[in-house]
């Protein structure tokens, strides 16, 4: 009876050794699927993602699946600190498009990758396009029109630049600059803060008013915006002459500008933007400036 055991014993033994050798090996590669805000899955169509510059992005994560490792025995690293830049208080801190890339890797190291685009938007987006120009001055060239393409601040949330302000041509040399300007609403901060401009709150100057809000909600938020604020900025044109251009207020109320943006009746659509600029030179007052730029 024993040595029948015995026999039964090994040819078991025989018997496991013969399977594992004929298990076939593991090659394949996980699966990892993109998850949206919600947790949803994500099709190939939908796997972008963009949202508010000065926002903090959390990420949606991703559902991972493999032919023989469990789930959770699959490792899942990404990549995300290291390609969304942030402050230290973690808001996104520049425009840019970023790629995360995610890899899961089951317990055979099979590996595999998948990406998601993130796309990270000013909040004054909705105002950035081109624009036909019609500049008036006191004293410079009467009246000149031409198209400016305003783009948004890769840093400043609520920020524009208006890129051929005060266009005229001095001494036979073509002279314009490069203006800043931020959307201003007393809703809002009427402090100026160095990291977010107008962009704070009533109470707290350096907290985005949207910082919970989607890139959809942020461009409909900043279509309520209708004033700009312009701080006096200094140029050296090509002649080497010094300028100041700053927005002109409205006498009886400093805080509030006299640029603005105008909407079509009963709509949010931009009908136009209205600058008005006070220009200096070497240090003494030179013109009173209006630009107005119509949507092309």
């Given amino acids: 009876m ?29 699966e990892i699927y993109l998850l949206g805000v919600g947790g949803q899955l994500l099709g190939n169509t939908d796997q972008d993602t963009t ?35 942030v402050t230290d208080d973690g808001y996104l801190r520049k425009v ?3 790629v995360i890339t995610y890899t899961a890797t089951d317990e055979a190291l099979n590996e595999k990758k ?9 909040i004054s987006e909705p105002f950035a396009e081109v624009y036909m120009t ?22 400043i949330p609520g920020r524009l630049s ?18 800043a300007a931020d959307l201003y609403s007393t809703e809002f901060s009427t402090e100026f803060s160095d990291v977010i401009a107008y962009m704070g709150t009533a109470s707290d100057k350096e907290t985005p008013f949207f910082k919970d809000m989607t890139y959809a909600e942020g461009m409909e938020a900043a279509t309520n915006f209708n004033l700009l604020k312009i701080s006096a900025q200094t140029f050296t044109d090509v002649l080497g002459n010094h300028y100041i251009i700053s927005g002109v207020s409205d006498p009886d ?21 209205i600058l008005e600029l006070n220009v200096t030179k070497e240090g003494e007052y030179t013109d009173r400036v209006t630009e107005v730029y119509v949507p092309q």
């Fill in 114 to 122: 998948r990406c998601r685009n993130v796309s990270i938007r000013n």
């Fill in 162 to 179: 208006f890129p051929k302000v005060y266009f005229h041509t001095d001494e036979g040399e073509i002279v314009y600059f490069k203006l």
């Fill in 253 to 273: 109320n400093v805080n509030l500008p006299y640029s603005r943006i105008e909407y079509l009746s009963g709509t949010k659509t931009v009908k136009k933007i």
């Fill in 96 to 98: 840019e498009d970023a």
């Fill in 134 to 155: 019609e500049r008036t001055a006191l004293f410079v060239d009467d009246e000149i029109t031409y198209n400016s393409t305003v783009s948004v601040d890769g840093r």
């Fill in 2 to 30: 024993k040595r029948n055991l015995s026999v039964f014993g090994l040819l078991l033994i025989i018997a496991i050794i013969v399977s594992n050798s004929c298990k076939k090996e593991d090659l394949v590669a996980p």
């Fill in 51 to 85: 949202v508010l510059l000065f926002t903090q992005y959390t990420d949606p994560g991703v559902n991972v699946e493999d032919n023989v490792s469990k789930p959770e025995d699959i490792a899942v690293t990404d990549d995300i600190e290291d390609v969304l830049k």
